[in-house]
């Protein structure tokens, strides 16, 4: 799904990926729980190794990074370690998925809520 999204800008990227991602979620609230099912697989010893290398060989945290150093080239992503807010940001996007998954009557937040961890505080677009 990340691959889908055609950004204006790096935080624009994460908008709209997190809006996309929200708004499936809502419609289907199984998708939640493929997150923790996914964490799972990588992190069990007992799943075949077959598997876990496909679920570790999807890489989103290497994947958004590119798109964080995007957002700090055209000034919409704050100053830092492209890696770490990449991460910052999934791990905010997983603990989000697993409380859905077991707690769907608990909103989700509102998307530039999770998005404005990466802003740049001096860019108004």
């Known amino acids: 799904m990340p691959m889908q999204v055609k950004a204006e800008n790096g935080l624009d ?7 996309m991602l929200f708004s499936y979620v809502k ?10 099912f996914m964490g799972h697989v ?28 995007a957002g700090q ?8 370690n492209p890696m770490v807010l990449s991460n910052m940001y999934w791990c905010s996007i997983h603990g989000m998925m697993e409380q859905y998954a077991h707690r769907p009557e608990i909103p989700l937040p509102e998307v530039d809520w999770v998005t404005d961890m990466l802003r740049n505080r001096t860019f108004t677009g």
Do not use: H
């Open 13 to 19: 990227f994460f908008r709209q990926f997190t809006s």
């Open 42 to 69: 990588v992190r069990t010893d007992d799943i075949p190794e077959k598997l876990r290398s496909l679920a570790v060989s999807v890489d989103t945290v290497a994947y958004c990074q590119s798109w964080v150093e």
């Open 27 to 36: 419609e289907n609230a199984f998708s939640a729980q493929m997150f923790l």
């Open 73 to 80: 080239r055209d000034g919409s992503i704050r100053e830092g």
